[in-house]
């Protein structure tokens, strides 16, 4: 394996039941790249981003991040984990905290955090979002952008290796989604890696560096952003580029 391979997905496949997902998906994510997955409600999108987490068990395949085997049951998966920030559409912060404790909880419990250090870290995130001053509100308090700011925060304070965003600005406000965008560019310009599920195709096209399409399971199309919007080959590609853009 190539040392810049952060994920690599061999073979992935998903069924619930009956229901066939994901089918014999194969991508590899390279430290540092910012990769958008597009393609129409259904397509296996979510199913897909929750598999490398083994937020979903994957029925078939493997997935190795940094080199291990995270579906080999002897793995500890949740050393993995805490390399692995996930953002929801949904935020799902925990709403009897402060949005402090929100964010120090889990550098507190899991990785064993002093709690004074992991609370002047979390004060310099959120200073970088613009929310120190929300650190003793409670989510209730917030805006749906602010708490999806403080939930990118949330997964940045254990110090992720990649962070894995599902839809992130699907259920916000339209004059809300900017100030969450400009928070994920700020990632990317850092060199984080991040894998993005997007409806935001100006996102797809202007902050990530591939993009992955998907349509009934199946990756059709994973090329350069550029490329990939300039000159779709894939039918159905072509077909949801003319609905969304
Ligand atoms: P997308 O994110 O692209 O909209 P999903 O990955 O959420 O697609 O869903 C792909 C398919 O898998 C859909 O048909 C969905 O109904 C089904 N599915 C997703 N999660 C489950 C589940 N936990 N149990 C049963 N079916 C599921
Ligand atoms: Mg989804």
Known sequence: MAQD????????NKSFGKLHVLKDVNTTIRKGEVVAVIGPSGSGKSTFL???????????????????????????????RQKIGMVFQQFNLFNNMTVLKNITAAPVKIRKMDPAAAEEKALQLLDRVGLKDKANSYPA????????????????????????????TSALDPEMVGEVLQVMKDLAAEGMTMVV???????????SS???FMADGQIREDR??????????????KDFLSKVL
Request: aromatic residues 6%.
């Open 197 to 207: 599920v997007t409806h935001e195709m100006s996102f797809a096209r202007e902050v």
């Open 50 to 80: 929750r598999c490398l987490n083994l937020l979903e068990v994957p029925t078939g395949g493997h997935v190795f991040f940094e080199g291990v085997d995270i579906c080999d049951k002897k793995t500890n998966i949740d050393l993995h």
């Open 141 to 168: 308090q917030l805006s749906g952008g602010q708490k999806q700011r403080v939930a990118i925060v949330r997964a940045l304070a254990m110090e992720p290796d990649v962070m894995l965003f599902d839809e992130p």
């Open 5 to 12: 391979e952060l994920i690599v997905v061999k073979d992935l």
């Open 224 to 237: 350069p952003a550029r490329e990939l919007f300039a000159d779709p080959h894939d039918d159905r590609l």
């Open 210 to 212: 591939r993009v992955i």
